[in-house]
Protein backbone atom coordinates (compact mmCIF):
# COMPACT_ATOMS: atom_id res chain seq x y z
CA UNK A 1 0.00 0.00 0.00
CA UNK A 2 1.38 3.21 -1.00
CA UNK A 3 1.29 6.57 1.26
CA UNK A 4 -1.67 8.07 -1.04
CA UNK A 5 -3.89 4.87 -0.10
CA UNK A 6 -3.04 5.30 3.36
CA UNK A 7 -5.25 8.69 3.18
CA UNK A 8 -7.96 6.53 1.77
CA UNK A 9 -11.31 5.41 3.82
CA UNK A 10 -14.05 3.34 2.65
CA UNK A 11 -17.65 3.60 4.32
CA UNK A 12 -19.00 6.53 6.41
CA UNK A 13 -20.67 6.24 10.39
CA UNK A 14 -23.69 8.87 9.33
CA UNK A 15 -24.89 11.20 7.08
CA UNK A 16 -27.01 14.51 7.90
CA UNK A 17 -28.10 16.52 5.48
CA UNK A 18 -25.07 18.16 3.69
CA UNK A 19 -22.92 16.54 6.03
CA UNK A 20 -21.39 12.97 6.68
CA UNK A 21 -19.42 11.64 9.96
CA UNK A 22 -16.48 9.69 9.12
CA UNK A 23 -14.65 7.82 12.39
CA UNK A 24 -11.33 5.19 13.09
CA UNK A 25 -9.18 7.46 10.68
CA UNK A 26 -5.74 9.22 11.03
CA UNK A 27 -6.10 12.53 12.83
CA UNK A 28 -6.69 14.84 9.96
CA UNK A 29 -6.94 19.18 9.89
CA UNK A 30 -9.84 21.71 10.10
CA UNK A 31 -10.34 23.22 6.40
CA UNK A 32 -8.76 20.30 4.92
CA UNK A 33 -10.15 19.20 1.46
CA UNK A 34 -11.90 16.28 0.83
CA UNK A 35 -12.62 13.77 -1.91
CA UNK A 36 -15.56 11.93 -1.61
CA UNK A 37 -15.84 8.98 -4.44
CA UNK A 38 -18.92 7.55 -5.60
CA UNK A 39 -19.83 3.86 -6.65
CA UNK A 40 -20.18 5.64 -10.06
CA UNK A 41 -16.96 6.74 -10.31
CA UNK A 42 -18.28 10.71 -9.76
CA UNK A 43 -16.32 12.63 -7.37
CA UNK A 44 -17.10 15.35 -4.73
CA UNK A 45 -15.05 17.78 -2.65
CA UNK A 46 -15.45 18.47 0.47
CA UNK A 47 -13.73 20.02 3.52
CA UNK A 48 -13.80 18.95 7.42
CA UNK A 49 -16.03 20.89 9.17
CA UNK A 50 -15.35 19.52 12.63
CA UNK A 51 -12.54 17.25 13.50
CA UNK A 52 -11.17 14.81 16.74
CA UNK A 53 -8.93 12.29 17.90
CA UNK A 54 -9.74 9.51 15.11
CA UNK A 55 -12.88 10.96 13.40
CA UNK A 56 -14.09 14.11 10.89
CA UNK A 57 -17.77 15.78 10.41
CA UNK A 58 -16.95 16.44 6.71
CA UNK A 59 -19.55 19.07 4.61
CA UNK A 60 -20.16 18.13 1.11
CA UNK A 61 -20.16 20.81 -1.37
CA UNK A 62 -22.34 19.30 -4.05
CA UNK A 63 -24.61 17.83 -1.28
CA UNK A 64 -24.59 14.53 0.15
CA UNK A 65 -27.67 13.09 -2.02
CA UNK A 66 -26.80 9.41 -3.31
CA UNK A 67 -23.78 8.67 -1.17
CA UNK A 68 -23.54 5.34 0.22
CA UNK A 69 -22.87 4.48 3.56
CA UNK A 70 -20.77 1.48 3.13
CA UNK A 71 -19.06 1.86 -0.44
CA UNK A 72 -18.43 5.50 -0.51
CA UNK A 73 -15.05 6.26 -0.76
CA UNK A 74 -12.83 9.24 1.10
CA UNK A 75 -9.72 10.62 0.49
CA UNK A 76 -8.29 13.49 3.11
CA UNK A 77 -5.93 15.49 0.41
CA UNK A 78 -3.79 17.11 3.65
CA UNK A 79 -4.50 20.84 2.62
CA UNK A 80 -7.05 23.75 2.51
CA UNK A 81 -9.16 24.29 -0.19
CA UNK A 82 -7.21 26.36 -3.10
CA UNK A 83 -8.71 28.77 -5.77
CA UNK A 84 -6.55 29.23 -8.99
CA UNK A 85 -6.34 33.34 -9.51
CA UNK A 86 -5.53 35.24 -12.08
CA UNK A 87 -5.64 38.99 -13.52
CA UNK A 88 -7.75 37.15 -16.41
CA UNK A 89 -10.67 36.82 -14.25
CA UNK A 90 -11.55 40.07 -14.65
CA UNK A 91 -14.76 40.37 -16.62
CA UNK A 92 -15.43 36.79 -16.04
CA UNK A 93 -18.82 35.34 -13.91
CA UNK A 94 -18.22 32.51 -11.56
CA UNK A 95 -20.72 30.41 -9.60
CA UNK A 96 -20.51 30.25 -5.95
CA UNK A 97 -17.23 27.70 -5.88
CA UNK A 98 -15.46 29.18 -8.40
CA UNK A 99 -16.60 27.32 -11.38
CA UNK A 100 -17.00 29.41 -14.54
CA UNK A 101 -21.07 30.31 -15.30
CA UNK A 102 -20.03 32.16 -18.61
CA UNK A 103 -18.76 29.40 -20.96
CA UNK A 104 -15.12 29.84 -20.94
CA UNK A 105 -12.69 27.92 -19.52
CA UNK A 106 -10.87 28.20 -16.22
CA UNK A 107 -8.68 31.09 -16.10
CA UNK A 108 -4.83 29.65 -16.12
CA UNK A 109 -4.25 30.22 -12.38
CA UNK A 110 -1.18 32.64 -11.54
CA UNK A 111 -1.06 31.59 -7.49
CA UNK A 112 -3.33 28.97 -5.98
CA UNK A 113 -4.65 30.81 -2.66
CA UNK A 114 -6.05 29.75 0.19
CA UNK A 115 -9.58 29.99 0.31
CA UNK A 116 -9.72 30.34 4.18
CA UNK A 117 -7.91 33.62 3.83
CA UNK A 118 -4.25 35.49 4.19
CA UNK A 119 -3.55 35.69 7.93
CA UNK A 120 -2.99 40.01 8.07
CA UNK A 121 -1.10 40.90 11.39
CA UNK A 122 -2.90 43.83 12.71
CA UNK A 123 0.51 45.41 13.44
CA UNK A 124 0.69 45.31 9.78
CA UNK A 125 -2.54 47.02 8.88
CA UNK A 126 -2.26 50.63 7.44
CA UNK A 127 -4.93 53.15 8.44
CA UNK A 128 -7.72 53.51 5.73
CA UNK A 129 -7.60 57.21 3.44
CA UNK A 130 -8.53 58.38 0.35
CA UNK A 131 -12.05 57.94 -0.41
CA UNK A 132 -13.81 56.00 -3.24
CA UNK A 133 -16.65 58.46 -4.89
CA UNK A 134 -19.98 56.46 -5.38
CA UNK A 135 -21.44 58.97 -7.46
CA UNK A 136 -24.02 59.01 -4.71
CA UNK A 137 -24.91 62.18 -2.88
CA UNK A 138 -26.31 60.93 0.14
CA UNK A 139 -22.88 58.50 0.35
CA UNK A 140 -20.07 60.87 -1.09
CA UNK A 141 -21.12 64.18 1.07
CA UNK A 142 -22.38 62.66 4.24
CA UNK A 143 -21.18 59.06 4.73
CA UNK A 144 -17.92 58.77 3.03
CA UNK A 145 -16.63 55.61 1.63
CA UNK A 146 -13.35 55.11 2.42
CA UNK A 147 -10.59 52.98 1.04
CA UNK A 148 -9.75 49.97 3.45
CA UNK A 149 -12.91 50.17 4.77
CA UNK A 150 -15.77 48.05 5.91
CA UNK A 151 -19.37 49.80 5.15
CA UNK A 152 -22.26 47.70 4.97
CA UNK A 153 -26.34 48.33 3.79
CA UNK A 154 -28.77 47.86 5.83
CA UNK A 155 -32.03 47.76 4.09
CA UNK A 156 -35.40 45.45 3.93
CA UNK A 157 -37.23 43.07 1.84
CA UNK A 158 -38.33 45.03 -1.30
CA UNK A 159 -36.62 47.81 -0.75
CA UNK A 160 -33.94 48.64 -3.58
CA UNK A 161 -30.80 47.67 -2.23
CA UNK A 162 -29.94 45.72 -5.85
CA UNK A 163 -30.35 48.53 -7.53
CA UNK A 164 -28.18 50.75 -5.41
CA UNK A 165 -25.35 48.05 -5.58
CA UNK A 166 -25.71 47.67 -9.31
CA UNK A 167 -25.50 51.65 -9.57
CA UNK A 168 -22.47 52.05 -7.08
CA UNK A 169 -20.67 48.87 -9.53
CA UNK A 170 -21.51 50.89 -12.77
CA UNK A 171 -20.21 53.88 -11.51
CA UNK A 172 -17.52 53.78 -8.44
CA UNK A 173 -14.51 55.99 -9.22
CA UNK A 174 -10.50 56.56 -7.55
CA UNK A 175 -8.10 58.77 -8.32
CA UNK A 176 -5.82 56.94 -10.55
CA UNK A 177 -5.46 53.77 -12.13
CA UNK A 178 -5.63 50.05 -10.99
CA UNK A 179 -9.48 50.09 -9.70
CA UNK A 180 -11.35 46.97 -10.19
CA UNK A 181 -14.86 45.80 -8.00
CA UNK A 182 -15.09 42.17 -6.78
CA UNK A 183 -19.09 41.42 -6.77
CA UNK A 184 -20.66 38.69 -4.99
CA UNK A 185 -24.36 37.23 -4.87
CA UNK A 186 -25.53 34.78 -2.01
CA UNK A 187 -28.56 33.10 -2.47
CA UNK A 188 -29.99 35.35 -5.36
CA UNK A 189 -32.71 34.96 -7.48
CA UNK A 190 -32.51 33.92 -11.15
CA UNK A 191 -34.33 37.13 -12.15
CA UNK A 192 -31.96 39.19 -9.95
CA UNK A 193 -28.95 37.47 -11.22
CA UNK A 194 -29.94 38.00 -14.59
CA UNK A 195 -30.56 41.93 -13.50
CA UNK A 196 -26.73 42.32 -12.60
CA UNK A 197 -24.91 40.35 -15.40
CA UNK A 198 -27.55 42.08 -18.26
CA UNK A 199 -27.11 45.72 -16.32
CA UNK A 200 -23.15 45.13 -15.81
CA UNK A 201 -22.75 43.97 -19.79
CA UNK A 202 -24.82 46.99 -21.06
CA UNK A 203 -22.86 49.50 -19.13
CA UNK A 204 -19.74 47.83 -19.77
CA UNK A 205 -18.45 47.87 -16.14
CA UNK A 206 -18.74 44.03 -16.58
CA UNK A 207 -14.75 44.38 -18.15
CA UNK A 208 -13.58 45.23 -14.66
CA UNK A 209 -15.72 43.18 -12.42
CA UNK A 210 -15.25 39.60 -11.26
CA UNK A 211 -18.72 38.08 -11.09
CA UNK A 212 -19.50 35.46 -8.31
CA UNK A 213 -23.25 34.28 -7.93
CA UNK A 214 -25.01 31.45 -5.85
CA UNK A 215 -28.03 31.31 -6.68
CA UNK A 216 -31.30 30.77 -4.81
CA UNK A 217 -31.60 26.84 -5.79
CA UNK A 218 -27.93 26.26 -4.64
CA UNK A 219 -27.06 24.51 -1.87
CA UNK A 220 -26.91 26.27 1.52
CA UNK A 221 -23.17 25.41 1.59
CA UNK A 222 -21.97 27.34 -1.50
CA UNK A 223 -23.61 30.43 -0.25
CA UNK A 224 -21.25 29.65 3.24
CA UNK A 225 -18.07 29.48 0.30
CA UNK A 226 -19.35 32.35 -1.74
CA UNK A 227 -18.12 35.26 -0.11
CA UNK A 228 -14.64 33.09 1.05
CA UNK A 229 -13.93 32.79 -2.74
CA UNK A 230 -14.57 36.40 -3.68
CA UNK A 231 -12.60 38.10 -0.89
CA UNK A 232 -9.38 35.24 -2.11
CA UNK A 233 -9.68 36.78 -5.45
CA UNK A 234 -9.90 40.28 -4.15
CA UNK A 235 -6.75 39.68 -2.37
CA UNK A 236 -4.81 38.29 -5.01
CA UNK A 237 -5.89 41.42 -6.79
CA UNK A 238 -4.87 44.17 -4.60
CA UNK A 239 -2.44 42.61 -2.65
CA UNK A 240 -0.64 40.88 -5.89
CA UNK A 241 -1.53 42.98 -8.35
CA UNK A 242 -1.48 46.04 -6.30
CA UNK A 243 -5.53 47.30 -7.69
CA UNK A 244 -8.19 48.99 -5.46
CA UNK A 245 -10.39 46.53 -4.98
CA UNK A 246 -14.50 47.32 -4.13
CA UNK A 247 -15.79 44.44 -2.79
CA UNK A 248 -19.48 44.15 -2.94
CA UNK A 249 -21.53 40.85 -0.56
CA UNK A 250 -25.49 41.01 -1.31
CA UNK A 251 -26.90 39.36 0.92
CA UNK A 252 -25.43 38.92 3.88
CA UNK A 253 -28.67 37.69 5.75
CA UNK A 254 -28.63 34.84 2.95
CA UNK A 255 -25.39 33.71 4.30
CA UNK A 256 -26.33 34.04 7.92
CA UNK A 257 -29.27 31.94 7.20
CA UNK A 258 -27.05 29.05 5.52
CA UNK A 259 -25.06 29.24 8.44
CA UNK A 260 -27.81 28.84 10.58
CA UNK A 261 -29.13 26.05 8.46
CA UNK A 262 -25.60 24.03 9.08
CA UNK A 263 -25.77 24.68 12.75
CA UNK A 264 -28.72 22.70 13.22
CA UNK A 265 -27.16 20.07 11.23
CA UNK A 266 -24.60 19.65 13.33
CA UNK A 267 -26.90 19.80 16.55
CA UNK A 268 -25.69 22.61 17.68
CA UNK A 269 -27.10 24.65 21.08
CA UNK A 270 -28.94 27.76 19.05
CA UNK A 271 -27.87 31.34 20.68
CA UNK A 272 -30.05 34.52 19.47
CA UNK A 273 -33.03 34.12 17.19
CA UNK A 274 -31.34 30.38 16.35
CA UNK A 275 -28.44 31.62 14.92
CA UNK A 276 -25.48 29.80 16.15
CA UNK A 277 -23.25 31.71 19.22
CA UNK A 278 -20.09 32.09 16.67
CA UNK A 279 -22.22 34.16 14.63
CA UNK A 280 -20.03 37.44 15.35
CA UNK A 281 -16.65 35.42 14.81
CA UNK A 282 -17.67 34.20 11.85
CA UNK A 283 -18.56 37.32 10.28
CA UNK A 284 -15.94 39.17 11.69
CA UNK A 285 -13.61 36.26 9.60
CA UNK A 286 -15.54 37.68 6.72
CA UNK A 287 -15.03 41.39 6.94
CA UNK A 288 -11.94 41.59 8.50
CA UNK A 289 -10.47 40.59 5.20
CA UNK A 290 -10.65 44.22 4.06
CA UNK A 291 -8.39 46.91 5.04
CA UNK A 292 -4.42 47.95 4.12
CA UNK A 293 -1.63 46.85 4.40
CA UNK A 294 1.52 48.56 5.66
CA UNK A 295 4.49 48.56 2.29
CA UNK A 296 1.59 47.32 0.06
CA UNK A 297 -0.02 49.74 -2.46
CA UNK A 298 -3.66 47.73 -2.98
CA UNK A 299 -6.47 47.76 -0.70
CA UNK A 300 -9.72 45.71 -0.39
CA UNK A 301 -13.31 47.97 0.43
CA UNK A 302 -16.26 46.01 1.53
CA UNK A 303 -20.07 46.88 1.56
CA UNK A 304 -21.67 44.19 3.20
CA UNK A 305 -25.50 44.27 1.93
CA UNK A 306 -28.01 42.55 4.64
CA UNK A 307 -31.95 42.52 4.50
CA UNK A 308 -33.10 43.19 7.73
CA UNK A 309 -36.37 40.49 9.18
CA UNK A 310 -39.44 43.05 9.74
CA UNK A 311 -36.89 46.41 9.33
CA UNK A 312 -35.31 45.24 13.00
CA UNK A 313 -32.23 46.91 13.21
CA UNK A 314 -31.54 45.01 16.63
CA UNK A 315 -32.06 41.62 14.52
CA UNK A 316 -28.51 39.58 15.57
CA UNK A 317 -27.13 40.11 11.65
CA UNK A 318 -27.56 43.91 11.27
CA UNK A 319 -26.41 44.46 15.15
CA UNK A 320 -23.40 42.07 14.98
CA UNK A 321 -22.52 43.72 12.02
CA UNK A 322 -22.33 47.04 13.08
CA UNK A 323 -20.03 46.22 15.92
CA UNK A 324 -17.56 44.82 13.67
CA UNK A 325 -17.92 47.26 10.89
CA UNK A 326 -16.78 50.77 10.06
CA UNK A 327 -20.03 52.67 9.85
CA UNK A 328 -23.87 51.44 8.17
CA UNK A 329 -25.64 53.09 5.46
CA UNK A 330 -29.58 52.72 6.77
CA UNK A 331 -31.97 52.03 3.31
CA UNK A 332 -35.40 53.83 4.51
CA UNK A 333 -38.82 52.61 4.12
CA UNK A 334 -40.95 55.68 4.15
CA UNK A 335 -38.41 57.10 1.54
CA UNK A 336 -38.91 54.57 -0.95
CA UNK A 337 -42.48 54.64 -0.24
CA UNK A 338 -42.49 58.21 -1.41
CA UNK A 339 -41.12 57.92 -4.57
CA UNK A 340 -37.23 59.19 -3.54
CA UNK A 341 -34.14 57.08 -4.62
CA UNK A 342 -31.82 56.00 -3.57
CA UNK A 343 -34.06 55.95 -0.50
CA UNK A 344 -31.26 56.43 1.91
CA UNK A 345 -32.04 57.39 4.93
CA UNK A 346 -29.29 60.33 6.59
CA UNK A 347 -29.80 60.18 10.03
CA UNK A 348 -29.27 56.78 11.29
CA UNK A 349 -26.61 56.32 8.51
CA UNK A 350 -22.67 56.89 9.85
CA UNK A 351 -19.54 56.46 7.98
CA UNK A 352 -16.59 56.39 11.25
CA UNK A 353 -14.07 56.82 8.92
CA UNK A 354 -15.35 60.00 7.38
CA UNK A 355 -14.05 62.65 9.61
CA UNK A 356 -10.26 62.07 9.02
CA UNK A 357 -10.34 61.62 5.07
CA UNK A 358 -12.95 64.60 3.92
CA UNK A 359 -12.07 68.75 4.35
CA UNK A 360 -8.55 70.28 3.61
CA UNK A 361 -5.92 68.36 1.62
CA UNK A 362 -8.80 65.19 1.51
CA UNK A 363 -12.07 66.68 -0.65
CA UNK A 364 -12.35 70.14 -0.32
CA UNK A 365 -12.30 72.60 2.50
CA UNK A 366 -15.98 72.99 2.94
CA UNK A 367 -17.24 69.33 3.29
CA UNK A 368 -17.41 68.73 6.72
CA UNK A 369 -18.46 72.10 7.57
CA UNK A 370 -21.18 71.65 5.28
CA UNK A 371 -22.00 67.60 5.88
CA UNK A 372 -22.74 69.09 9.63
CA UNK A 373 -24.74 71.50 8.90
CA UNK A 374 -27.18 69.12 6.45
CA UNK A 375 -27.20 66.23 9.32
CA UNK A 376 -28.41 69.36 11.83
CA UNK A 377 -30.95 70.90 10.11
CA UNK A 378 -32.05 67.78 8.61
CA UNK A 379 -32.23 66.40 12.28
CA UNK A 380 -34.24 69.59 13.38
CA UNK A 381 -36.68 69.53 10.40
CA UNK A 382 -37.41 66.00 11.33
CA UNK A 383 -38.12 67.43 14.46
CA UNK A 384 -40.66 70.12 13.38
CA UNK A 385 -42.54 67.53 11.25
CA UNK A 386 -43.27 65.38 14.29
CA UNK A 387 -44.57 68.66 15.58
CA UNK A 388 -46.32 69.71 13.11
CA UNK A 389 -47.94 66.15 12.73
CA UNK A 390 -49.42 66.82 16.02
CA UNK A 391 -50.39 70.86 16.20
CA UNK A 392 -50.65 71.30 12.54
CA UNK A 393 -48.44 73.48 10.14
CA UNK A 394 -50.67 76.72 11.14
CA UNK A 395 -49.49 76.56 14.72
CA UNK A 396 -45.94 76.40 13.21
CA UNK A 397 -43.46 79.41 13.25
CA UNK A 398 -41.97 81.23 10.24
CA UNK A 399 -38.78 79.73 10.99
CA UNK A 400 -40.58 76.48 11.26
CA UNK A 401 -41.88 76.67 7.91
CA UNK A 402 -38.51 77.53 6.26
CA UNK A 403 -37.10 74.43 8.07
CA UNK A 404 -39.76 71.94 6.58
CA UNK A 405 -39.22 73.99 3.14
CA UNK A 406 -35.69 72.83 3.88
CA UNK A 407 -36.46 69.49 4.15
CA UNK A 408 -38.66 69.16 1.19
CA UNK A 409 -35.71 70.55 -0.87
CA UNK A 410 -33.19 68.41 0.51
CA UNK A 411 -35.17 65.21 -0.35
CA UNK A 412 -36.05 65.89 -3.33
CA UNK A 413 -32.93 67.76 -4.66
CA UNK A 414 -29.99 66.58 -2.39
CA UNK A 415 -30.85 62.59 -1.73
CA UNK A 416 -33.28 62.03 -4.78
CA UNK A 417 -31.25 61.48 -7.69
CA UNK A 418 -31.71 59.38 -11.07
CA UNK A 419 -30.87 56.00 -10.94
CA UNK A 420 -28.73 56.59 -14.26
CA UNK A 421 -27.03 59.90 -12.44
CA UNK A 422 -23.55 59.94 -11.72
CA UNK A 423 -22.95 62.80 -9.37
CA UNK A 424 -19.39 64.11 -8.96
CA UNK A 425 -18.43 65.03 -5.84
CA UNK A 426 -18.12 68.42 -6.37
CA UNK A 427 -21.58 68.28 -8.08
CA UNK A 428 -22.89 66.90 -4.57
CA UNK A 429 -21.34 69.85 -2.77
CA UNK A 430 -22.93 72.74 -4.65
CA UNK A 431 -26.30 70.75 -4.44
CA UNK A 432 -25.93 70.67 -1.17
CA UNK A 433 -25.26 74.60 -0.48
CA UNK A 434 -28.28 74.94 -2.95
CA UNK A 435 -30.47 72.75 -0.75
CA UNK A 436 -28.60 74.15 2.72
CA UNK A 437 -28.83 78.76 0.97
CA UNK A 438 -32.78 78.19 1.70
CA UNK A 439 -31.97 78.33 5.51
CA UNK A 440 -31.64 81.77 7.06
CA UNK A 441 -27.70 82.86 7.93
CA UNK A 442 -28.41 83.07 11.31
CA UNK A 443 -29.17 79.32 11.34
CA UNK A 444 -25.50 77.88 9.71
CA UNK A 445 -23.87 77.60 13.06
CA UNK A 446 -21.92 74.57 11.68
CA UNK A 447 -20.38 76.63 8.92
CA UNK A 448 -17.35 78.87 9.54
CA UNK A 449 -17.55 82.53 8.04
CA UNK A 450 -14.97 82.07 5.76
CA UNK A 451 -17.46 79.79 4.25
CA UNK A 452 -20.39 81.29 4.58
CA UNK A 453 -19.30 84.76 2.86
CA UNK A 454 -17.70 82.40 0.17
CA UNK A 455 -20.30 80.29 -0.76
CA UNK A 456 -23.42 80.75 1.15
CA UNK A 457 -23.84 84.56 0.49
CA UNK A 458 -22.78 84.12 -3.03
CA UNK A 459 -25.57 81.17 -3.48
CA UNK A 460 -27.85 83.68 -2.26
CA UNK A 461 -26.98 86.21 -4.25
CA UNK A 462 -27.54 84.32 -7.52
CA UNK A 463 -30.59 83.16 -6.27
CA UNK A 464 -31.88 86.23 -5.82
CA UNK A 465 -30.80 87.98 -8.88
CA UNK A 466 -32.72 84.73 -10.49
CA UNK A 467 -35.71 85.84 -8.42
CA UNK A 468 -35.17 89.28 -9.54
CA UNK A 469 -35.37 88.42 -13.25
CA UNK A 470 -38.04 86.24 -12.89
CA UNK A 471 -40.13 89.34 -11.62
CA UNK A 472 -39.04 91.42 -14.24
Known amino acids: MNMYNLREYTGLEEIAGQLFVIRNIHNVGYNEVVEISEENGNVRIGTTLEVGEGYAIVQVLGGTSGLSLKN ?42 NVNGMAMNPAARDYPENIIETGISTIDVMNTLVRGQKLPFFSGSGLPHDLIAAQIVRQARVEGEGFCIVFAGMGVKYDTA ?7 E ?30 TAAEFLAFRKNMQVLVILTDMSNYCEALRELSTMRGEIPARKGYPGYLYSDLAGIY ?22 NDDITHPVPDLTGYITEGQIVVDRELHARGIYPPISVLPSLSRLMKDNIGKGKT ?57 ERRTLQQSLE ?27 KKNGDKNTSDENKSA
Open 72 to 113: CRVRFKGEPLLFGASQDMLGRIFDGLGNPLDGLPKPVPEEMM
Open 194 to 200: RFFIRNF
Open 202 to 231: ESGALDNVVLFLSLADSPSLTRLMTPKFAL
Open 288 to 309: ERAGKIKDSKGSITQIPMLTMP
Open 364 to 420: RDDHSELASQLFASYAKTRDIRAIASIIGEEELSSLDLVYLKFGENFENKFVNQSYN
Open 431 to 457: IGWDVVSELPEEELVRISKDHIKQRYR
